[in-house]
């Protein structure tokens, strides 16, 4: 059929706007720096999680602008996201795929495969999991971290609601060691981030996603976390000193890995290794949702 100039127009008008070839269908999550959407691809039907993050305007991105290393920051943040994601979402099958990376004069569009499952959040609950359950969840997250630390890539967000049952998600505070240079960078989401972050101290990288797991092991376990709200001294003094408690019905075996995950000194702290060479961890067995 012949096409009529009207027809041709609203085809290259399609195709040439940044989403144009995508209706949304609903907000997935939002918080800090921005917004993920549900969005199908009119083309394929295919279904995305289009993680949506706001751009410091053009204005600030030219020298001399006082924003101007902020929004430079930023942009290199995003796309180095983008890059790993896009790459280690390949190379290891529990983690979510970026599958396309379009960037405008405001937003940046991150086009992650959308994995339509419970957060380990939602999983979790308020009560915990049974040691078993929790073992065979936990077991592929840190053989998954461990994986990004061989390619020299830690983590720094691990929590629970970055881990879908199977995947891990949002490397949007990843970034590259080498294990010697230090970082300064303090981030993370507060209630798993790490006694030497905290304490405003450098540190080389796969020790703060080695707590970060011992409290998700934790929270698994319990449904609490093993340290309050760091703000107040009190706990503050609590984290610094390993300063938790254990429940008098989990095995001896999770509780002794969990004192050397939340270990304060990063020095004598249990490493990637030793999880995954520790009993309890390498014993056999599957994850459920498998």
Known sequence: MRQTPATTRSRQFLLNTPLGEFEVLKTLGQGSYGKVKLMRSALTNEQFAVKIIKRYPPHKHRRGHQEYRKAKTL?????????????????????????????TDTHFYLFYAFVNGVTLAERVGTHGLSEKEARAIFKPVVETINFCHQ????????????????????????????????????????????????????????????????????????????????????????????????????????????????????????????????????QPGRCPAQ
């Not at 942009?75 to 960037?103: M, S, T, W």
């Open 75 to 103: 942009d290199r943040r995003v796309v180095r996201e983008a890059n790993l994601a896009a790459i280690l979402g390949q190379l290891h099958p529990h983690i979510v795929p970026l599958h396309d990376f379009r960037v």
């Open 151 to 282: 390619y020299s890539v830690i983590h720094r967000d691990i929590k629970l609601e970055n881990v879908l049952i199977d995947y891990i998600i949002d490397f949007g505070l990843a970034n590259f060691f080498d294990g010697i240079s230090l970082m300064e960078t303090f981030c993370g989401s507060l209630p798993y981030t790490a006694p030497e972050i905290l304490r405003g101290d450098a540190y080389v990288g796969p020790e703060i996603d080695v707590w970060s797991l011992g409290v998700l092991l934790y929270v698994m376990l319990t449904g609490q976390f093993p340290f309050e709200d760091p703000a107040q001294p009190k706990n503050f003094d609590k984290i610094m000193a390993g300063d938790f408690s254990l429940r008098t019905n989990m095995s001896h075996d999770l509780q002794e890995l969990l004192v050397r995950m939340l270990e304060p000194n990063a020095k004598r702290r249990i490493s990637m290794q030793g999880i995954l060479q520790h009993p309890r961890i390498r």
